[in-house]
């Protein structure tokens, strides 16, 4: 894999880094959404929402559309969620496997 295909993976990764994008995707994953919503939806403040929401965007996870007044985001690569499945699951099997090593210790 070339140095220009790994540094795309890695923004990717990069993007998701951040809680509070994970947050909003998830917030997200029901249906469209605009910031108003997403704000109260997440409790993180206004300024974070749009900072973020752009970052989102910018990468192609999210899109957006406006409607009247309002700019309403949406998922716009649902391939995301494989990537969250795997990385939860990769998660549960480790912590699973860390209570058992704890569970021994106590008996």
Known sequence: MGPEALELIAGRFRVLGEASRLKLIIAL????????????????????VSRQL???????ILG???EG???IY???????FDMCDHV??????????????FGSVRK
Not at 88 to 101: D, F, P, Y
């Open 69 to 71: 007044l309002n700019v």
């Open 88 to 101: 939860c699951g990769s998660l549960q099997k480790r912590i699973a496997g860390q209570a058992g090593i």
């Open 74 to 80: 949406h998922i716009a690569d649902r391939t995301i």
């Open 54 to 60: 752009q970052t989102l965007t910018d990468s192609g």
């Open 64 to 66: 957006r559309r406006k």
């Open 29 to 48: 994953e029901c249906g469209e959404k605009n910031v108003s919503a997403l704000v109260a939806g997440t409790g993180l403040t206004q300024a974070n």
